[in-house]
């Protein structure tokens, strides 16, 4: 698969749904990346998403992917396409929101046996609502393996719900 190095700025104005356009001769399905760089709280050669760009340079998200190294280029290269994993939702969209919001309804419901620290044991809680909850956890916590995070800040903003095994 073709991909290309962008800011981190642009890749995440995309993933957020935000028009972008690249000035690039290519049109076509690209995997698109972060350059690397030092600014604080943005990933840095971090893949990002899928996208779709056409002849005049406009890119259309198609999906979130999951974070891994990508090497810094300034041209187009190719990529390994066994390297990408599609996410099932967008952590950066209105998807997280609804899967929060169902875990938060199913917390406030819930009236059944709890563990010594307060917590819901894990086999009372329905796999449709627990399981999108642990990818959105395993994914923050690559994704914060990227981040330029030079205070730690940024990483204890990462408290996942599930500890991931």
Do not use: C
């Amino acid at each position: 698969m073709r991909a290309l190095s962008i800011s981190p700025e642009k890749l995440l104005t995309m993933i957020i749904g935000q028009p972008i356009t690249l000035d690039i001769s290519y049109a076509g399905q690209l995997l698109l990346a972060s350059t690397v760089h030092q600014q604080p709280n943005l990933p840095s050669e971090m893949a990002g998403a899928l996208a779709e760009v056409s002849d005049t340079g406009q890119v259309k998200f198609i999906t979130l992917v999951h974070p891994f190294k990508v090497i810094n280029r300034d041209e187009l290269f190719n990529i390994d396409e066994s390297n990408i994993h599609r996410e099932p939702y967008n952590w950066f969209g209105p998807q997280a929101l609804v899967i929060e919001k169902k875990m938060q309804d199913f917390i406030n419901s819930y009236d059944g046996p709890v563990t010594e620290d307060g917590a819901i044991p894990r086999q009372y809680i329905p796999d449709n609502i627990v399981e999108p909850i642990i990818l959105s956890d395993k994914y923050w916590q690559d994704y914060a393996s990227f981040v330029n995070d030079p205070d730690g800040n940024f990483a204890k903003q990462i408290k996942p719900i599930f500890k991931i095994i």
